[in-house]
């Protein structure tokens, strides 16, 4: 890491490098007493923020159990006014409640109502119920019940309390206001009776209570818990827990025994303090605080995480952070104005040495200021200044031969580029792959292929002498002259003579150009080809690869009015021909051995079905054997695999519902060949009538057994034969009809025939094996 940052700081300037040196000290200092502050503050910010949750939770604490008094103060009101009357007194008991509704009106707490219970000590469950309660719009409304059972009425009410204290409910849920409330009752005894024969109760509304401690926030994270003495969560976060779920509950599932040994703990009217892994409210380390409630012995907690007590450190060492960095800032800028007073000069040589490398030589440059620390940089950048210049004009003298030689090769290279066919065809009957690597940057190879006409297809592979501009024009020239001759379907040997002929012409270089063409009849497979001075072609067949030797003919261009012979053979499907320079065949290794046309053999029995798999095994087998020695010429190849044309065929009911399936079949099948628009018609139409007719004539009482279509091309004809099983019927003897006939009245066929017979250039009829065979032919327009 040090050598790093040493291999770095090598090449700043020396301004960077006191700058850099000075403040890193800096920052380290300030970095430790950062750290040394924080440190020192965390136990005294971590006391300081417990210390607020504590106070934070015992005032709340305070403050409900203030209400809670207040409440049980008004509940011993109505019970000590009641003592003095009788309990049939209905009056006495109005006044009560409605004094203590009006008196609870204007409280903190949102009271729900005042209640009494009238009763006979003997049957608790039957008796009278009067409640008093105030509307929204402010008035007070008392109301009667007679009860036939009270445990009916208030689900909460187990058994009547019988000592003469305050009893509180847990909170429930009020059936009419569908809000969580609390009810504090006290038994009493109305005058002249010696036992309990009445309730004093006040239903507090709980959602104040609980709206206010949902809503608060210690330092935005923390929150506020509130439990009734069975545990369970009055308020809670999740609403799922809130008047669901117990502490036990939740301490059970969640595993933390902990946090119900607190609640027990808040219950028996304990303080305390708890840490926890995590909590129903964070997935992280949580501190709980609780408290009891003492007057009706409730609870409270504040759960805060516990990264969040650290949060105001946190704040503090961000403060001191930015701090410390405006005053590294300022110190940046005053070590930089030193550092650049100290180094102006420095800068100056620095600079005129810039320049210089830049190429100005300028005399404005020259004015070095003088300083006895700088003498000797001074007069180095002097003598250097005098030295580059003469270096320099050397060197564009050297550069401009250079460009020149390099711009014509970069010529040479795209004129070859351009000629070259990389337009591969797709095609079903043959595939055919490539490969050329020049030994320099321009190639005295090519290789194209090309139509000559729809089922015709034409490779050439040649070898041009010399490099440079002069030989890529001498390569483009024989490349259009051999492709355009071509066209001219004239054959192999023509187009040599002709191309001959050509190049000798104005040819005062003496250029030449070793050339192998072929043609191939896509649908015969019947290859025409010819050899001017080229390596010998390749050909795969079953039995594998093979060198075939033709006739030697003289090269291209040395000499006018030669004649060519050219040669053929017949390529059946799956056979392949390989093209390739002398580039392969004499690649020389470290040892001045070629790799000869056996090797070539013997890599080729490994070859597969793909032409451009078996160029690359080539290519590869021929980079192993010279094992990085020079190449010493171009590697141009060429392999065209033959597959034919395959037959179709189609067998359908004879019915004419199926002629446009017919139709769709001709048109798929025709589509694979290169036939003008005219013949497709015809060849669509002769398909049409000739299937019309056996459908509606062949099975006519016979049991209908369908009929078979066969597709074929052969020598530019285009077969298509139908097969059917149905009367015998040759077309062919069938008498043209007259063009005055009434159409309703014609023969069978008649018109369809006539029409077949006119358009088709070959009709044969058999009939073998009890089938009628009924073959046309159209001749294809090249």
């Known amino acids: 890491m040090i050598k790093a940052i040493k291999n770095w700081?090598?090449?700043?300037?020396?301004?960077?490098?006191?700058?850099?040196?000075i403040l890193t000290c800096i920052c380290l200092v300030f970095a430790f007493l950062t750290f040394y502050i924080t440190e020192r503050a965390k136990p005294i910010i971590y006391k300081q923020t417990e210390n607020i949750a504590r106070q934070t939770l015992e005032a709340y604490s305070y403050d409900l159990g203030h209400l809670v008094k207040d409440t049980e103060q008004i509940i011993y009101n109505i019970k000590n006014t009641l003592n003095y009357f009788p309990k049939d007194n209905i009056s006495s008991i109005k006044i009560t409640l409605n004094s203590a509704i009006e008196t609870v009106y204007h409280s903190e707490l949102n009271y729900l109502n005042a209640w009494v219970y009238v009763f006979n000590p003997n049957n608790v469950a039957k008796g009278t119920l009067y409640i008093s309660s105030q509307e929204q719009n402010g008035e007070i409304v008392f109301t009667s019940e007679n009860i036939n059972n009270l445990y009916d009425r208030f689900?909460?009410?187990a058994q009547t309390p019988k000592q003469d204290k305050i009893y509180w409910t847990d909170p429930y849920l009020d059936k009419h206001s569908n809000q969580a409330v609390v009810t504090g009752l006290i038994p009493f005894k109305f005058i002249d009776n010696d036992k309990f024969n009445g309730l004093a109760a006040l239903t507090v509304n709980l959602s104040d209570v609980q709206k206010a401690i949902s809503n608060y926030s210690f330092y935005e994270t923390g929150k506020l818990l509130f439990l009734s003495r069975s545990g369970l969560y009055i308020t809670h976060p999740n609403p799922d827990i809130a008047l669901k779920t117990t502490v036990y509950e939740l301490s059970d599932k969640l595993g933390l025994p902990e946090l119900a040994s607190a609640g027990k703990e808040a219950f028996s009217g304990k303080k305390g303090k708890i840490e926890l892994p995590f909590s129903s409210i964070y997935k992280s380390p949580t501190i709980y605080f609780y408290t009891p409630i003492e007057p009706i012995n409730w609870a409270m907690f504040l759960a805060y995480e516990k990264n969040e007590f650290l949060k105001p450190l946190y704040q503090f060492r961000t403060l001191i952070f930015l701090s410390l960095l405006a005053g590294v800032i300022a110190?940046?800028?005053?070590?930089?104005?030193?550092?650049?007073?100290?180094?102006?000069?420095l800068l100056v040589l620095g600079q005129l040495a810039h320049e210089y490398g830049n190429g100005n030589f300028s005399d404005s440059f020259t004015q070095i200021p003088s300083s006895k620390d700088i003498d000797i940089l001074s007069k180095a950048l002097s003598n250097m200044r005098t030295d580059l210049l003469e270096y320099i004009n050397k060197e564009k003298s050297q550069a401009i031969e250079k460009q020149k030689s390099i711009s014509e090769l970069e010529i040479a290279r795209d004129i070859q580029n351009s000629a070259l066919s990389i337009d591969y065809p797709q095609h079903e009957a043959f595939k055919i792959a490539t490969l050329m690597m020049p030994a320099q940057q321009v190639s005295g190879d090519f290789y194209d292929f090309f139509f000559i006409d729809n089922n015709k297809f034409a490779i050439v592979i040649a070898d041009v002498s010399g490099k440079g501009i002069p030989s890529a024009l001498f390569m483009m020239k024989a490349q259009a002259l051999i492709k355009n001759i071509a066209k001219s379907k004239i054959g192999v040997d023509e187009v040599f003579y002709r191309v001959n002929n050509e190049l000798y012409q104005g040819n005062d270089a003496c250029m030449f150009v070793t050339a192998f063409m072929a043609e191939i009849d896509l649908t015969s497979g019947k290859v025409d080809y010819i050899n001017a001075g080229h390596t010998p072609l390749m050909i795969k067949t079953k039995l594998g690869y093979r060198f075939l030797h033709p006739q030697k003919n003289i090269v291209l261009g040395v000499k006018l009015d030669t004649e060519f012979v050219a040669q053929s053979l017949i390529l059946e499907p799956d056979e392949h021909i390989l093209l390739y320079t002398d580039g392969i065949t004499e690649a020389e290794n470290k040892s001045f051995k070629f790799y000869g046309a056996d090797r070539l053999l013997k890599i080729l029995q490994k070859a597969k079905n793909e032409p451009a798999d078996n160029l690359n095994m080539i290519l590869n087998d021929v980079k192993k054997f010279t094992k990085g020695a020079p190449q010493s010429d171009d590697i141009t190849m060429l392999e065209f695999a033959y597959y034919g044309f395959k037959k179709s065929a189609i067998k359908l009911d004879a019915d004419i519902k199926n002629l446009d399936t017919l139709?769709?079949?001709?048109?798929?099948?025709?589509?694979?060949?290169?036939?003008?628009?005219?013949d497709k018609f015809k060849i669509v139409m002769i398909a049409e009538e000739i299937f019309t007719n056996i459908a509606q004539y062949a099975y006519k009482d016979e049991k209908n057994q369908g009929v078979e279509i066969k597709t074929d091309l052969v020598d530019d004809i285009y077969y298509i034969t139908f097969i059917d099983k149905g009367i015998k019927y040759n077309p062919l003897e069938n008498k043209d009809p007259e063009f005055s006939s009434d159409i309703k009245n014609r023969n069978i066929g008649g018109w369809g025939i006539y029409i077949v017979k006119k358009?088709?250039?070959?009709?044969?009829?058999?009939?073998?094996?009890k089938q009628n065979i009924f073959q046309i032919g159209i001749k294809i327009k090249k």
């Open 331 to 345: 110190i940046s800028f005053i070590v930089y104005r030193i550092c650049k007073h100290s180094t102006d000069q």
């Open 9 to 21: 700081l090598k090449y700043k300037s020396l301004n960077f490098k006191l700058n850099v040196s």
């Open 759 to 769: 358009i088709a250039d070959k009709i044969e009829y058999t009939h073998k094996n």
């Open 663 to 678: 139709i769709d079949f001709i048109e798929k099948d025709i589509q694979k060949y290169r036939f003008s628009n005219k």
């Open 155 to 157: 689900e909460w009410f």
